[in-house]
């Protein structure tokens, strides 16, 4: 099924999938949105997609697009006006002895054992399990022209990996993998400050979340992160039922 999202957009074509089960809230039925995979998608078009809720998964750019449920809602941090909290500050002196450098490309070797053990530790009920080379190659391997590796090392060990694009007003976080054995470093929550630091280094406003889910809870972190604009019917607003 196909369908045009917007004449600002030059009538983008969009397919739809069937109606299927949710990977975020049981019992619920999702139905997603995907821009036409033969359109060349360049800088600008990228930055207005995420500015309206898109995500890229790949090679493809989508969005949720559910009957009876609007639970998936962008989020981004406006990063001038965010301090992190007490316990993001302990997180950053928790990870004080970690080298972090940002790559335009990878040991694919390297960092695919390293997702390959975060997926089976982590997720073993995700669309994502169980992993293989290729699909990983396909998800975040390969990226785009937008996109850069951040890795985070301890005594050249690699421990996690953040996977960002660069749009035109921010950067957008693709994923985030590390190695499950050191949870309390909080490596989710290192990834996310250094993207936001990365962001204003760049004198870009944005840092984009992907989609904040109140009920799920590997979603609902991102809450954690203030101040959070939400895009509710259309606009980007401060919502204080994601804090």
């Known amino acids: 099924m196909t369908r045009d999202i917007s004449p600002d957009l030059q009538q983008i074509r969009l ?7 949710c990977s975020y809230l049981p019992g619920k039925e999702a139905t997603t949105a995907f821009v036409d995979p033969s359109l ?3 800088a600008s078009l990228y930055t207005q997609l995420t500015q309206m809720g898109f995500r890229r998964s790949g090679r493809y750019y989508y969005q949720p697009r559910c009957q009876l449920c609007a639970a998936c809602i962008s989020a981004r941090i406006p990063v001038a006006e965010f301090s992190p909290n007490r316990q993001q500050r302990r997180c950053l002196q928790r990870n004080r002895d970690l080298s972090i450098a940002i790559k335009p490309n990878i040991n694919v070797d390297e960092h695919y054992a390293l997702y390959e053990n975060y997926i089976n530790s982590r997720h073993e009920d995700g669309d994502m399990f169980p992993p293989t080379r290729e699909q990983y190659l396909d998800f975040l391997g390969s990226g ?5 590796f951040v890795e ?13 694009d660069r749009l035109d007003d921010g950067v957008s976080a693709i994923y985030t993998y590390y190695s499950p054995e050191i949870a309390r ?6 990834a996310v400050l250094t993207l936001v630091d ?8 944005y840092v984009y979340l992907g989609f904040w889910i ?11 992160f203030q101040p959070l604009e939400l895009l509710i ?3 980007w607003i401060r919502n204080s039922s994601a804090s």
Not at 152 to 164: K, N, P, T
Not at 198 to 205: N, S
Not at 214 to 224: D, F, I, Q, V, W
């Open 15 to 21: 397919f739809f999938t069937q109606p299927h089960g």
């Open 40 to 42: 060349d998608i360049n």
């Open 144 to 148: 785009i022209e937008a996109t850069r």
């Open 152 to 164: 985070f090392r301890l005594d050249g060990i690699l421990l996690g990996c953040s996977v960002l």
């Open 185 to 190: 470093r909080s490596l989710g929550t290192l």
């Open 198 to 205: 990365l962001a204003r280094e760049m004198e870009l406003p």
């Open 214 to 224: 109140k009920n799920c809870t590997k979603m609902a972190y991102k809450s954690r």
């Open 233 to 235: 019917g259309g606009r």
